[in-house]
């Protein structure tokens, strides 16, 4: 019966768990990715995702809990990006590859120097979604719930800061906080769902989502709404993919993201095309 | 006399080491419609950063009135037309500081809608922003500003970019809003289309170069000083008319050789 194959990976706990988190980090992307590609930051996603790595190796290496650890390392990372960015004399492009790069190559000495390197960088580049902890379900829940929270209450102050930084803070916005914040939960982000998805994935996830749903609206509250829904679908429907074909977790998640944005990108027609000729992605 | 809501004193300003505002001193009234001129690089945009308190001045003083209001009205070419966000989306942002509460209040929604209507965009709260023409675009931002209650609006080249009559229709408003109460300073490239048309005009290149009624400033002298390049001014029904020499000597010599 087909019904019973598709049931089946839910009798293993490794699986639900995995799936769980997976749908939570979906929708965690989705709804942060709203500000990475609206900021035109899709690259700081990606060169979070590997100044975390650093982080994380010094953690293993140090003894230090992995999440302490990254999670200082990457909110460092994310405010010195954002500083060198502001001097606007080698751009903000130019920033985050210094911070990120060299960050990742840190992490990689010290791996090499003192731990089993191999490993690690595969689990922290690809991501080990059928071997979620408990402590993994623990942190996404609460970093999404946290997440949520401040963007919930934040909300005017995000949209201002977002769309015009420099007239919110004649307004009164503390936009330097709005960054730091803004920093500080990408970081968290990337640092609960590395183990999951995977940081070479990472940054996909923070961009396809948001990208779909720009597609999809004009409107910034209703693309803070779908773009959670389109990433935890994309989760929900690309971890059993991945059961069925055997094939990579991340890797089927992603690619279902892939589709779900050239379908709305077909469908949308001639408006949609004209509107991704200026996505900042 | 009129009170003064903004005062500069001997107020210089610098990007690093590049000073871009020199011993700058002015007053700006209460009633004021003041209009800054200058060439690119002259601290035009500078003067209007430190007058906001975004940019500190290196030497000298800004003395505001106390609990003054700013309203602010960025140049258009600055803002990203494919943001996704609605007409009231934008003149509501302006409450946002300290406001807790995600979704708009129904008298917030009011009183954006009052403010559309005042600005002639009555209906339009609903559209995104892009799907307006370049007056009303202008328009939207002016209505932002004014959302916020502002004792002194600022407005950085509101007329930059647009076709005559969407100058003329700025022109208006300003005109419309500066009659019931609102002080004004802008900055402006446009010395025909806007400068002279105002009451007072400050010429600047790093310092102030003069300051008062159009007829009194925009001379040949003052004009040379200020843009480095001759000028010829006309006067038409009262008001100076700027006739830039250069391109005068260069239509000359393409009518000499025949084109």
Redesign the interface.
């Known amino acids: 019966m087909i019904a019973i194959d598709l049931l089946e990976p839910y009798k293993y706990e490794f699986f639900r768990n995995g799936l769980l988190v997976a749908v939570i980090a979906g929708a965690l992307c989705g709804l942060l990715g709203v500000f990475v590609v609206?900021r035109g930051m899709s690259y700081i996603g990606h060169g979070l995702s590997h100044a975390v790595f650093g982080g994380a190796a010094a953690s293993a290496v140090m003894k230090v809990n992995y999440f302490l650890g990254a999670g200082i390392w990457g909110i460092v990372s994310g405010v010195l990006i954002g500083r060198i960015s502001r001097k606007r004399v080698i751009g903000a492009d130019a920033a985050i590859g210094v911070v990120t790069t060299g960050s990742f190559a840190v992490g990689l000495m010290l791996l090499n120097r003192y731990g089993q390197a191999k490993r690690s960088i595969e689990a922290v580049l690809f991501g080990s979604v059928l071997g979620v902890q408990t402590a993994d379900i623990v942190a996404v829940s609460a970093v999404a719930i946290g997440v949520l929270a401040i963007i919930?209450?934040?909300?005017?102050?995000l949209?201002?800061a977002?769309?015009?930084p420099?007239?919110?803070?004649?307004?009164?916005?503390r936009v330097g906080a709005v960054e730091v914040l803004l920093m500080a939960m990408l970081s968290c982000t990337i640092i609960v769902t590395m183990r999951v998805i995977g940081t070479l994935l990472i940054s996909a996830l923070l961009v396809v989502p948001a990208a779909t749903t720009?597609l999809m609206?004009?409107?910034?509250?209703?693309?803070l709404t779908i773009a959670p829904v389109v990433g935890a679908v994309s989760s929900f429907v690309g971890m059993n993919l991945a059961y069925h074909w055997d094939t990579s977790a991340s890797g089927t998640i992603i690619a279902v993201g892939v589709v779900a944005f050239a379908v709305v990108y077909a469908v949308g027609g001639i408006r949609s095309r004209s509107?991704i000729g200026?996505?900042h992605v | 006399m009129t009170e003064s809501i903004v005062r500069f004193g001997g107020v210089s300003a610098t990007y690093g080491r590049i000073l871009a505002l020199e011993n700058v001193s002015l007053d700006l009234p209460a009633n004021g419609f003041v209009g800054i001129v200058g060439p690119s690089g002259s601290g035009k945009t500078t003067l209007l950063r430190v007058l906001l308190g975004v940019m500190h001045a290196s030497q000298g003083k800004v003395t505001r009135k106390s609990g003054l209001r700013l309203g602010y009205v960025p140049q258009v070419e600055s803002v990203d037309w494919n943001f996704p966000v609605t007409v009231a989306e934008v003149v509501g942002m302006t409450r946002s500081a300290g406001r807790w509460w995600p979704r708009t209040t129904d008298t917030e929604r009011s009183e954006i809608e009052t403010v559309l209507c005042q600005l002639g965009l009555e209906g339009l709260g609903e559209r995104h922003i892009r799907e307006l023409s370049g007056g009303q675009q202008q328009r939207v931002f002016i209505a932002r500003a004014l959302f916020h209650k502002p004792d002194l609006l600022v407005l950085d080249e509101p007329t930059s970019g647009v076709d005559v009559s969407t100058r003329h229709e700025i022109l208006h408003l300003l005109v419309d809003l500066h009659e019931s109460g609102v002080a004004i300073v802008l900055s402006t490239h446009d010395l025909n289309g806007l400068a002279s048309h105002l009451p007072r005009i400050i010429c600047v290149n790093k310092g102030v170069i003069a300051d008062g009624p159009p007829l009194a400033v925009i001379t040949p002298e003052v004009l040379e000083r200020t843009y480095g390049a001759p000028m010829q001014v006309l006067e038409h029904g009262g008001m100076p008319i700027v006739v830039d020499q250069l391109e005068h000597t260069i239509s000359h010599r393409l009518r000499g050789s025949g084109q």
Not at chain 1, 152 to 157: D, E, S
Not at chain 1, 166 to 173: H, L, M, P, Q, Y
Request: proline share 0%; charged share 25%.
């Open positions: 609206l919930v209450l934040g909300y005017r102050r949209l201002y977002t769309f015009d420099e007239v919110a803070r004649i307004s009164g916005v720009r609206t004009n409107s910034f509250a209703r693309m509107r200026h996505l």
